[in-house]
Every structure is written in structure tokens, then in C-alpha cells.
């Protein structure tokens, strides 16, 4: 239950810190955004170092690397794929890969679900899909290039995950301040290559900044959600995120919530409750 109630708590801080980045990516180039909030976001979990401890073993700081290099991956390629488009098809296969390869890692290494899992883990990889799909999914065709760049961003969201579980359960918050250090290094620098792209527009810094502080809320709390539970179900729990992006679109923004979305949010909640079961 307390790896169902974190891996919940991720889901809610990554569709907020979306929210907040993606209203702060409208008012600058994004590399702009995100030169913001990687600092703030790894100024976080330095604080959070003499509360959590951290222990740089040789095993936490691969792990930690290698989920960096993921991050950095899965940013560029998750922006790639929704400038192609069609965002309302291509989001939802992203979703639904990040979900689905954790799931297939943590049965490969022997984990095991009760009866409700086994109906409660589908229905959460269908919320997944409906959640994140928009009003008219399906009424365009992507590209190949699109679908394997949705592919690829899946994948580097899914393995950023999964290389976090990997890291030791003793390294504290080792793991997410080697990633983060990473995926800021390699963003930082891609920022330098593109300078002359970036515009002159300065960013939401605010907005960023708490991008950035709640992203490193959503690992914490995905990191610990993995060391107590079945990476399978906290996968999958996680991968939810688009329902808060879409609460939260709703209420300060006044969207609309698509019939699908309403069916997926109660699919959820259902898909929730029977893996609170296992």
C-alpha cells in the first residue's frame, strides 16, 4: 500500500511538473525552460542529501548516469515526436511503452502478481492510453518516422525508470543527484550547440523552476515507491501522469476534459483499487 500511495504521489508531481513546463515552454524555446528548471531541479534533491543520505557506490553512480543519459534522451525525443504530430496519437504510445517495458523488466526478474493485479494491470495500461489521448485520437495518420520516434521516447522514459530501480536500495538519493547532474550536462550543452536557436525570449522563471522541483519530488517518490514494491505495478501506477496534467488543465486553464479521458480517469481509479489488492 505504501509503494501504491508513492508510486500515486509520482504520478500527481510528473503531470504537474509537465503542466508547469509546458505553460512555461510556450513562452520561450524549451531548452530555455528546461536551462531553468534542471538547476532547480537538482538544487532539490541536494537538500534533500543530509535528510535521505546518499551513498556514491560504484553500482549508484552508473545507475545513475545511465537513467541520466536516458532522461536526456527521452526529453529530446518526447519534443521531436509532438512537434511531428499528431500529438493526440503519438502521446498516447508513448505513454503506453514507458508503462509497458517496466512491466515486462519486472516480470523478467520475477515478480509475480495476485489475481486482481492480473486484472487491475491491463485495465491500468488502457487508462494509460485513454488519459492521455485527446479529443479525436486516431483521426490522423502518423508518420513512421513519428510512430518510431513515440517509440524511442517511450523506451528512454521507460529506461530512465527501470535504471533507477536498478541503483542499490541503500544509495539514498545518490542515484537521482548522479542522473540529474547528467541530464543537465548533456541538456546544458545541447543548449550551447543551439544558441543561435534559442530566441531572445526569456523564460517563465518561476514556472520552470517548480517544473523542475516537482520533477525531482516524482523521482524521490518513484524511487522509493520501487524499493518497497513491484516495479510492475509502480510502473504502471506512474506512468498515470497525464491525469493530473489534465486535471490541472481543466481547472486553471478551463479545458476540456474529452469523453475518453473521463472513461479513462474511472478506468484508472478502478485499475488503482484492484492493485491495491495484490
Known amino acids: 500500500m505504501i509503494a501504491l500511495l508513492l508510486a500515486l504521489g509520482s ?24 536551462m531553468v528548471a534542471a538547476p532547480a531541479s537538482l538544487a532539490v534533491e541536494l537538500l534533500l542529501w543530509p535528510f535521505l543520505g546518499a551513498s556514491f ?10 537513467s541520466g543519459i536516458a532522461s536526456a534522451a527521452a526529453f529530446a525525443l518526447l519534443y521531436r ?32 502478481l495476485a489475481l486482481a493485479g492480473i486484472v ?23 508518420s513512421r518516422t513519428a510512430l518510431l520516434l513515440a517509440f524511442g521516447a517511450g523506451a528512454a522514459i521507460a529506461l530512465q525508470l527501470v535504471f533507477l530501480h536498478q541503483a542499490p536500495s541503500d544509495s539514498g538519493v545518490a542515484p537521482l543527484i548522479i542522473g540529474r547532474a547528467v541530464s543537465s550536462a548533456v541538456t546544458l550543452a545541447a543548449a ?11 523564460p517563465a522563471y518561476a514556472m520552470s523552476a517548480g517544473a523542475g522541483a516537482l520533477d525531482s519530488v516524482a523521482n524521490l517518490m518513484f524511487l522509493l515507491a520501487a524499493r518497497s514494491g513491484d516495479l510492475t505495478v509502480v510502473a504502471v501506477i506512474t506512468a498515470l501522469y497525464p491525469a ?26 478502478v485499475a488503482v483499487g484492484l492493485l491495491a489488492l495484490t
Open 81 to 112: 515526436t509532438l512537434a511531428i504530430g499528431p500529438m493526440n496519437v503519438l502521446s498516447p504510445v508513448t505513454a503506453l511503452v514507458s508503462a509497458a517495458l517496466p512491466v515486462g523488466v519486472g516480470l523478467m526478474q520475477g515478480e509475480h
Open 11 to 34: 504520478s500527481l508531481a510528473y503531470g504537474c511538473a509537465d503542466f508547469l513546463g509546458g505553460l512555461g515552454a510556450r513562452k520561450a524555446h524549451v531548452l530555455r525552460t528546461v
Open 192 to 202: 550551447g550547440l543551439m544558441r543561435r536557436r534559442l530566441g531572445t525570449e526569456r
Open 120 to 142: 487491475g494491470l491491463p485495465l491500468a495500461l488502457v487508462a494509460v492510453v485513454l488519459v492521455s489521448a485527446g479529443h479525436g485520437a486516431g483521426s490522423a495518420r502518423p
Open 57 to 66: 557506490s560504484a553500482d549508484a553512480v552508473g545507475w545513475g548516469a545511465a
Open 244 to 269: 493530473g496534467t489534465v486535471l490541472l488543465a481543466r481547472s486553471v486553464l478551463a479545458e476540456r476534459i474529452h469523453r475518453s479521458q473521463l472513461v479513462g480517469l474511472g478506468t484508472a481509479a
